[in-house]
């Protein structure tokens, strides 16, 4: 099998993790280049439902190597807690994960600065999920951060971290007013950690572009949605990495040229967690309410409730574009089985004039209404077709509709959480 990316093509939880599940049944290596814990993939097999949140999901196939890349934010405390949780699981990680001895490491002011930002009168309130993300990308780019090839020896992790700590201290107690992180119980309790991942850290560049050179597949997989991405996405309701493909590259050092092929994740209807524009958003309501229930559209990460809206074709075409999509799949069909009439946003309104493409002003995103076309539904249901001829012809016009305005191909439509509720779409 080729090398492929797998791209949220929404705002994330588009069912990635199933997909990615799926495929890993005939790939090598399952990569994860950005994001950190923030994620929560969920994959069921059989009658068992895994939630993974940073270990990439090919972990639940045997024999695949999963490779945690340097684009990461690594939570040591979150990948151990994950480790004992597959143990618990019988699935063993041993020779098996890999680590990039670059991923930034997330320490407990990530986190506290994550908080308390978000509660903070003067910012924004992003709706993040607390888990020191941000912070942690933000000191990268600010070149203090601590990476965990630093963690692996004493002597310049001490330096460090009590260089950083010092000023993270200042300003969290002197802007924030917050208690100062204590240096000696840090640093024992993050040497602890060092001691335990040493075994999986490597040159995760190395590691992927050897196993290219041997003809490995590789499959890359995307946390977050293209939405949420920091350069392509409704900035500054995003996360801090890049998700689209080309995070994909500095996430990991393998080249674009290398890469074959991109798949994005779309759902039939779209959903957002945390502020921000979206809109397609239902009103609270019904449908709200109805497709949250039908959905299951409660978050893998927070347990937040998602909020829910109507397809939107112009995001959907705006992630074709930045990602370069070859191919899309689409998730949840089978939600929307028992609505009479499913609409599609096909363009925008604002002050009176159509936009038929994604603004780059987040105020007119923000203030944009939707222009809906209607399609009637099918009113049966699909989980147990198997085949594109065994899907009702509306739902067969719905996908129609939607490959033409977004511009590519649909590969595969899901029809249920588990892995045999898949079309494949010859
Ligand atoms: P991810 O973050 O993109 O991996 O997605 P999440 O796991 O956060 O959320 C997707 C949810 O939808 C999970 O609970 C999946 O089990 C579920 N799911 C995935 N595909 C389908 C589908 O086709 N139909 C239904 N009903 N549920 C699905
Ligand atoms: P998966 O991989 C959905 C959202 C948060 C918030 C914003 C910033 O499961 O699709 P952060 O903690 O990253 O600084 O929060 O991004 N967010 C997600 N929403 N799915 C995710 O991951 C998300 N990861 C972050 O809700 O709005
Ligand atoms: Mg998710």
């Not at 093509?9 to 280049?33: C, F, H, M, N, P």
């Not at 059989?46 to 090919?58: A, M």
């Not at 204590?182 to 001691?195: A, I, Q, V």
């Not at 930045?322 to 799949?329: K, L, M, R, W």
Request: charged residues 25%; positive net charge.
């Amino acid at each position: 099998m080729a090398n492929i990316v797998i791209v949220g093509a929404q705002w994330g939880d588009e069912g990635k993790g199933k997909i990615i599940d799926l495929l890993s049944d005939k790939t090598d290596y399952v990569v994860r280049y950005q994001g950190g814990n923030n994620a929560g993939h969920t994959v069921c097999i059989g009658d068992e439902k895994f939630v993974l949140h940073l270990i990439p999901s090919g972990i639940l196939r045997r024999g695949r190597k999963c490779v945690i890349g340097n684009g990461v934010a690594l939570d040591p405390r979150a990948l151990l807690e994950e480790i004992t949780y597959l143990k618990r699981h019988k699935i063993s990680v041993d020779g098996r994960l890999f680590i990039s001895g670059s991923c930034h490491i997330i320490f407990p002011y990530h986190k506290i600065f994550d908080t308390v930002r978000e509660g903070h009168s003067q910012r924004q309130r992003i709706g993040t999920t607390k888990r020191g993300i941000g912070p942690c990308y933000a000191d990268k780019v600010n070149r203090c951060g601590i990476r965990v090839a630093d963690l692996l020896d004493a002597k310049i992790f001490r330096k460090k971290l009590r260089s950083t700590l010092r000023e993270m201290n200042s300003i969290l107690s002197e802007i924030y007013h917050t208690k100062p992180v204590p240096f000696n119980s840090l640093y024992k309790e993050y040497c602890g950690y060092g001691r335990k991942i040493r075994k999986f850290v490597c040159d995760s560049s190395k590691v992927l572009n050897d196993a290219i050179s041997n003809k490995k597949a590789i499959l890359f997989e995307g946390a977050q949605g293209t939405l949420l991405d920091i350069d392509h996405g409704t900035y500054p309701f995003v996360t801090s990495s890049n998700s689209t493909a080309g995070g994909a590259c500095c996430g990991t050092g393998v080249g674009p040229s290398r890469i074959d092929k991109v798949i994005g994740i779309l759902k039939a209807y779209t959903t957002r967690v945390g502020e921000g524009p979206f809109p397609t958003e239902f009103p609270k309501g019904r449908m709200n309410t109805q497709l949250r229930s039908r959905g299951k559209e409660f978050g893998a990460t927070t347990g937040r409730p998602r909020r829910v809206g109507w397809f939107d074709a112009i995001i959907a075409r705006h992630s074709v574009v930045v990602n370069g999509i070859d191919e899309v799949v689409v998730t949840k069909l089978d939600v929307l089985d028992e609505e009479p009439k499913i609409k599609i946003c096909t363009a925008y309104r604002y002050k009176g004039k159509l936009i038929k493409g994604f603004p780059m002003n987040m105020e007119i995103f923000a203030k944009a209404t939707p222009v809906y076309e209607t399609h009637p539904g099918w009113l049966s249901n699909t989980n147990k077709c198997r085949k594109v001829k065994d899907l009702p012809l509306n739902a067969r016009r719905y996908l129609k509709r939607i490959e033409k305005l977004i511009g590519a191909r649909i590969g595969f439509v899901s029809i249920g959480s588990k892995r045999n509720e898949t079309i494949v779409v010859k």
